[in-house]
């Protein structure tokens, strides 16, 4: 089973709305949980990442949040842009290896 | 912010030939770099992990001799991938780490290499 879970899947949604992801994980021990954009055909790029005692994070439009105690995070996307369609990953890093964990990703489409 | 680049960016190859994968560090050195596989509609997927100056360790699955990673300086680090067959056809990432603090490290991606094979 993946240590790392995110909803939805995927998801529409028009150029100017806000939408959110979930990501739960169990991976252990916690280092920190990162948030990373893939456009299609490109490598991951670095949104958003938090520590253990780090709640929140903005970048931008996006809006991470980290609850460690329920082991659960958000991306928050506001006014949302077509460049803003891509997949969205959660990683979370363990703290005694240092070995990232991968979710499935959710992938954001947004149209005119 | 830091940068890792790939080199090429995409390849086509006919079955059974060799190709070889470069992967730098622009901007830092990096004594851990990091090979991954993305097949469509999937997450990456953790093939080895190099260390500058010593062998590759591979993830239960991956094949060592067919998936060769050679890290020979704090910059780069290459994967060949021998014998080629349209299975291995996939996106290939690589990624380096930087250290920032006594117990953070930082994992930059580089921007992926599509291989087909035919």
């Known amino acids: 089973k993946n240590q790392v879970e995110q909803s939805p899947q995927s998801l529409i949604i028009l150029e100017g709305k806000n939408c959110t992801l979930q990501c739960n994980y169990t991976v252990s021990p916690f280092s920190n949980l990162r948030w990373y954009k893939q456009d299609t055909g490109r490598g991951p790029v670095s949104l958003t990442i938090m520590t253990f005692s780090e709640n929140t994070k903005s970048n931008g439009r996006y809006t991470a949040t980290l609850d460690a105690d329920t082991k659960q995070s958000s991306l928050h996307i506001t006014a949302s842009q077509l460049s803003d369609s891509a997949s969205y990953i959660c990683?979370?890093?363990?703290?005694?290896?240092?070995?990232?964990?991968f979710g499935a990703g959710t992938t954001v489409t947004v149209r005119a | 912010g830091a940068v890792v680049s790939q080199h090429p960016s995409r390849v086509i190859c006919k079955s059974g030939t060799s190709v070889k994968i470069e992967c730098r560090s622009l901007?830092?050195?990096?004594?851990?770099m990091f090979w991954y596989r993305q097949f469509p509609k999937q997450s990456l997927m953790l093939m080895a992990t190099?260390?500058?100056?010593?062998?590759?360790?591979?993830e239960q699955g991956v094949e060592k001799d067919k998936f060769l990673i050679n890290h020979a300086s704090l910059t780069l680090s290459t994967l060949t991938v021998t014998s080629a067959h349209p299975e291995d056809s996939s996106f290939y990432i690589c990624?380096?780490?930087?250290?920032?603090?006594?117990?953070?490290?930082?994992?930059?991606f580089g921007p992926g290499t599509r291989l087909t094979v035919t």
């Open positions: 990683v979370v890093s363990r703290s005694n290896d240092y070995k990232l964990s």
């Open positions: 901007d830092f050195q990096a004594t851990t």
């Open positions: 190099s260390n500058e100056g010593s062998k590759a360790t591979y």
């Open positions: 990624s380096a780490r930087d250290r920032l603090g006594l117990t953070f490290y930082e994992q930059y």
